[in-house]
């Protein structure tokens, strides 16, 4: 089945330091890889997405590349800001009719001025 | 500008009582999903529904009944509330074809049954 494997938490940086949090998937075919955020007290939102291999999604300076020969969509941020502090879970929808995400289990980020 | 909305936000509910969550979403998406997050098991998705008067099981369906009577609106039932049943459910919808994995997401509502 599919699955999707997340570094573990959580993750503490400074304000302006490089970000990496690692996502894994297994999945067969060819599936879309999203990340979403979840900030705290409300619910998820999207992230960036990438929907086949090589595409990097972007977003308010996050970005993540899909590597098919890794199965990997880690996602990076250059210089992190105490307001990018939440809870990020990385995603796959394996298509084929599938109807529905398959999520990691979350890594938390507490950025610190 | 509402998106999604759930009710209600907060319940505290004893073993056995029964309880309906409501969704309500004006952005005339297709599918709903309902999901429950609980702390190191990320999100894991109880029923689905891909159109109006249709309803499927997700990976954690038992305990839960689901209705969708019309497009805007997706209910969650729990029939005979269980200490296990304690968690934040999350209600989202999608488009449908084409963007299944573009979820819009509620606020959550936390259960707590003792």
């Known amino acids: 089945g599919n699955s999707v494997t997340q570094m573990e938490g959580p993750v503490t940086l400074s304000e302006e330091a490089f970000l990496t949090i690692n996502c894994t998937y297994t999945a067969t075919g060819y599936p879309s890889l999203f990340w979403y955020v979840q900030y705290p007290g409300e619910g998820l939102q999207l992230l960036l997405k990438?929907?086949?291999?090589?595409d990097k999604g972007s977003n308010k300076g996050f970005e993540a590349t899909y590597r098919k020969e890794t199965t990997s969509f880690h996602l990076e941020k250059g210089s992190v800001q105490v307001s990018d502090s939440a809870v990020y879970f990385c995603?796959?929808?394996?298509?084929?009719?599938?109807?529905?995400?398959?999520f990691g289990k979350g890594t938390k980020l507490s950025v610190i001025p | 500008n509402a998106g999604v909305t759930q009710t209600p936000k907060f319940r505290v509910l004893k073993t056995g009582q029964s309880m309906t969550l409501l969704c309500a979403q004006d952005?005339?998406?297709?599918?709903m999903y309902w999901y429950r997050q609980d702390p190191g098991m990320g999100l894991r998705l109880i029923h689905y529904?891909?159109?109006?008067?249709?309803?499927a099981k997700g990976e954690v369906p038992d305990g839960y009944n689901v209705s969708r009577l019309k497009k805007q609106n997706f209910l969650l039932g729990l029939e005979s509330a269980a200490p296990s049943q304690t968690s934040v459910y999350f209600c989202?919808?999608?488009?449908?074809?084409?963007?299944?994995?573009?979820?819009?997401f509620g606020e959550g509502s936390r259960l707590t049954v003792l």
């Open positions: 995603a796959l929808d394996s298509g084929a009719g599938s109807y529905q995400l398959t």
């Open positions: 990438a929907t086949k291999a090589d």
């Open positions: 952005m005339n998406h297709e599918y």
């Open positions: 529904s891909v159109g109006e008067g249709t309803t």
């Open positions: 989202a919808s999608s488009p449908g074809t084409g963007y299944i994995g573009e979820l819009f």
